[in-house]
């Protein structure tokens, strides 16, 4: 399909205040050419002034939602008129309630429409739960039919699900794929899809059965896509699958939010455990995730941890399904103090009782830094997160500096810091400082822009 050219954009002022903004980054200047930004005097309105149903704001009263964060501000107005929106926002700001609420706002009543109207696309079997659980939250007061269709979940009772009639689907991409071959999602009647979390679901290879879905879907189908960050596999599905979207620019300056204190330790390898011991002994967390690398790292860290904190989990990719429910559960109903994890858990997840995010191995790369970290601080609340660096670490600190365009503080223990060699703070001050100017409004890395 053709890229439409910049003219077809639309550009639009909403109600509210905000201004239209020319997007700087003038290397995209096909479809997305134009951002819609919160002016920085605007008032965010409240939910009364969106336009939405008396059975909505008593759902949303009764959900204790006072104030739309300002994706939902913006988000909401725009797909009620039945846009194609990009919404940039980082985890945590409310995005599931910003596609959520017009959704069930505009649905036909199951007597009149058996087969999906909506259909919500996410990266992770954990986060399918999650959204499904809010959507049916925000639907308090009308009987709506939401089915999560996520894989490693009994797929027979997802087709009686779909055979008796829903209203919305929430699934991850390949189970929706697998139930659109066994023909037993219906897409005919799809008006709306959601694609959440775009960045991370084209990261980790989904784009196939992405296109193969939306594919099935109507043209005249509405869609929403909503991503942390937009690089350029996002921006080519959205103009490939997009029509004239209008695109939404809700991230922060600072993309690891302002309250969350971020420091760091310098480390040796044979040290890690005995600093991990003292730093939970000193902050005595109300609940932790501590984040390794490897399955097997996060094994032998949990074995090693529960003979103390006997209140501990662990979670990766190779449990069960069921196990690694279970154990998100048992960290929502705060039996659980500590959760050894991979980045399984990194993207996503909602609990927003974590006050503790320690990165006991170095994150992979930047983005993953980024949504460990933003595991806390969810919807403003303070939280607070460790990184260890051990010797030969210290690029990637820095390239994490570089890429939130703030230092974070070093930290030490007494009897714990690696020989002078290793010490890294000198060069990362150095570096973030003369980095900081060229960072971009779209948080694109720096050393790719050099290249
Ligand atoms: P995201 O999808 O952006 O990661 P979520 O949609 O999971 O974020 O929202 C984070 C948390 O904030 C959830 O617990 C959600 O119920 C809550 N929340 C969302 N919108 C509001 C609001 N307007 N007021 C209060 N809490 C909200």
């Given at each position: 399909m053709p890229i439409p050219p910049a003219k077809h954009c639309r550009i639009r002022k909403n109600s509210y205040n905000s201004r239209v903004v020319q997007?700087?980054?003038?290397?995209?200047?096909?479809?997305?050419?134009?951002v819609v930004q919160k002016s920085e005097t605007a008032e965010i309105p409240?939910?009364?002034?969106?336009?939405?149903s008396p059975v909505m704001r008593r759902a949303l009263k009764h959900a204790g939602f006072e104030k739309p964060s300002p994706i939902q501000a913006q988000l909401i107005p725009l797909a009620l008129e039945g846009e194609d929106v990009i919404g940039q926002a980082r985890t945590g700001t409310g995005k599931t309630a910003a596609f959520a609420i017009p959704i069930l706002e505009q649905l036909d009543p199951l007597e009149e429409?058996?087969?999906?109207q909506a259909i919500i696309i996410v990266p992770t079997r954990e986060l399918a739960d999650q959204v499904g659980r809010e959507t049916q939250m925000l639907a308090r007061g009308v009987p709506t039919e939401v089915a999560v269709l996520a894989g490693g979940k009994d797929i027979k009772r997802q087709l009686r699900q779909l055979e008796n009639g829903v209203q919305i689907v929430v699934g991850t991409p390949g189970r929706l794929h697998d139930h659109l071959q066994r023909r037993?999602?219906?897409?005919?009647?799809?008006?709306c899809v959601v694609l959440d979390e775009a960045d991370r679901m084209l990261d980790i290879g989904f784009r196939p059965q992405i296109e193969r879905i939306l594919r099935k879907c109507s043209k005249d189908r509405q869609t929403l896509l909503l991503s942390a960050t937009l690089p350029p596999t996002v921006r080519r599905l959205a103009e490939t699958y997009m029509q004239e979207p209008v695109v939404i620019d809700c991230c922060?300056?600072?993309?690891?939010?302002?309250t969350i204190e971020q420091r760091y330790f310098t480390v040796s390898h044979d040290k890690k455990l005995e600093l991990l011991e003292r730093l939970l002994e000193r902050e005595n967390p109300k609940q932790a995730i501590i984040f390794c690398r490897t399955k097997r790292g996060t094994d032998r860290l949990y074995r090693q941890l529960s003979r103390t904190y006997p209140a501990c989990g662990s979670m990766h990719g190779d449990l069960a399904q069921r196990e690694r429910d279970r154990v998100l559960q048992q960290l929502r109903d705060d039996k659980l103090q500590i959760l050894v994890a991979t980045?399984?858990?990194?993207?996503?997840?909602?609990?927003?009782?974590?006050?503790h995010i320690i990165n006991y191995d170095m994150p992979q790369d930047c983005d993953d830094y980024v949504h460990r970290v933003g595991?806390?601080?969810?919807?403003?609340r303070d939280g607070i997160a460790f990184t260890f660096v051990v010797p030969g670490e210290g690029d990637s600190l820095t390239s994490i500096e570089q890429r939130i365009n703030k230092q974070l503080k070093r930290d030490h223990f007494e009897g714990l810091d690696?020989?002078?060699?290793?010490?890294l703070a000198p060069k990362a001050e150095e570096t973030v400082k003369k980095a900081a100017p060229k960072l971009n409004p779209m948080h694109r890395k720096v050393t790719r822009r050099r290249r």
């Open positions: 997007n700087e980054d003038t290397r995209y200047t096909h479809a997305m050419n134009y409240g939910f009364d002034d969106l336009d939405l429409c058996r087969d999906p037993s999602l219906r897409t005919d009647k799809v008006w922060d300056k600072d993309i690891a939010v302002d980045d399984v858990v990194g993207r996503g997840i909602d609990i927003s009782t974590i006050s595991r806390t601080g969810r919807m403003g690696p020989p002078a060699a290793v010490q």
